[in-house]
């Protein structure tokens, strides 16, 4: 295939010129950018480091409230993608903020969210009637179409990373969202009760597996750390990534979300990775510990709370200077349901 269109000449510009009248356009003008020799992004790599962003979040905090905000984020915007709102072409993600008090109303929308709990304790996510208090590291679930709305009876402010496909469903026209009737939806089952029914290798009885999301709305970062601390001393380590794990629906074993992967990884101090990459771009957000990734042609050290992207295709490669674990989450669910995900591992 060619790299670069034909040259042009006086006849083919005029017949360009009669046929864009028309609303048409030669293919073989943008085919190598249509059709390229491999991924080719314009996202770029980039790091937000925690100290730096948490003093503007709180200054969001004193200029307007979690009501009139609805949701008051601060989107990290992809370097390649400003005016965007997106951190990949197909994701978004955001750090969200409730101080002591407030409560974000309730609403819905087709596109799927995830939190991550940054910082602080004793915030909530109410989903269809369940409440799941916050937790440091904890993976939250908001499915497609489902009333949620958040609340902050702590004496402190609870900041979480947002992550949806929200690029993904404006792509193909089908956003919608409805606000309830009130703030706060009706609660109609205690709290914990997804975890205790779904969340224990026991499920309801005769249940019906769906192609739609986990029915757990929270994966405590208690638990699922215990399970990184007890695989590492028998589990051989990847040589690209680690110990890393894959967080799943319970009843389907597939991934939490149609649209989104999400993945927590332990690198122990002095691993050194190999190089790696893959079509599924992905956000890394730091829990524990202090490193370095190379990201492409860029070396980001990072510590606890930092976020930084790897776009498609770029080559990737962690350094743990001490203990570090590393969430995760990207769109590699839609890529194998379409047949063109893709990974290489590199020298």
């Not at 407030?102 to 602080?120: C, D, M």
């Amino acid at each position: 295939m060619s790299s670069s269109p034909p040259p042009l000449t006086a006849e083919r510009e005029e017949f360009y010129r009669r046929i864009d009248r028309e609303n048409l356009t030669p293919l073989w003008e943008s085919l190598a950018q249509l059709v390229p020799p491999e991924p080719n992004s314009p996202c770029v790599p980039a790091l937000w480091r925690y100290q730096t962003v948490r003093p503007h979040l709180l200054e969001a905090g004193r200029l307007i409230t979690a009501q009139q905000a609805e949701r008051r984020v601060l989107v990290m915007e992809n370097p390649g993608l400003r005016g965007a709102s997106s951190i990949t072409r197909s994701l978004y993600a955001g750090l969200q903020l409730i101080l002591p008090g407030e409560i974000a109303p309730s609403h819905r929308h087709t596109q799927s969210a995830l939190r991550f709990v940054v910082e602080g304790s004793g915030a909530y996510t109410a989903v269809n009637g369940e409440r799941t208090v916050m937790h440091p590291g904890d993976f939250i679930i908001t499915p497609s179409w489902t009333f949620h709305d958040h609340g902050n009876p702590a004496d402190a402010p609870v900041v979480w990373l947002d992550g949806l496909d929200i690029p993904m469903v404006a792509f193909f026209d089908a956003g919608f969202a409805e606000r309830y009737s009130e703030a706060s939806q009706p609660l109609t089952r205690p709290d914990g009760d997804a975890l205790l029914r779904y969340g224990n290798n026991l499920l309801p009885l005769e249940l019906e597996a769906e192609s739609g999301a986990t029915p757990l709305l929270a994966y405590p970062y208690a638990q699922s750390r215990a399970v990184l601390e007890g695989l590492r001393s028998h589990t051989q380590l990847h040589p690209c990534h680690g110990l890393k794990l894959q967080y799943s629906n319970p009843v389907t074993g597939g991934y939490p979300m149609p649209t989104i992967a999400a993945y927590l990884q332990l690198l122990p101090r002095g691993f050194h990775g190999k190089g790696y990459r893959s079509t599924d771009g992905t956000v890394y957000s730091v829990v524990e510990g202090r490193g370095r990734s190379q990201v492409g042609d860029q070396s980001f050290d990072w510590g606890p709370k930092d976020v930084f992207v790897v776009p498609s295709w770029c080559k990737l490669a962690h350094e743990a200077s001490e203990d570090a674990v590393l969430f995760s989450f990207s769109d590699r669910p839609v890529q194998k349901a379409l047949g063109i995900w893709r990974e290489e591992a590199l020298p």
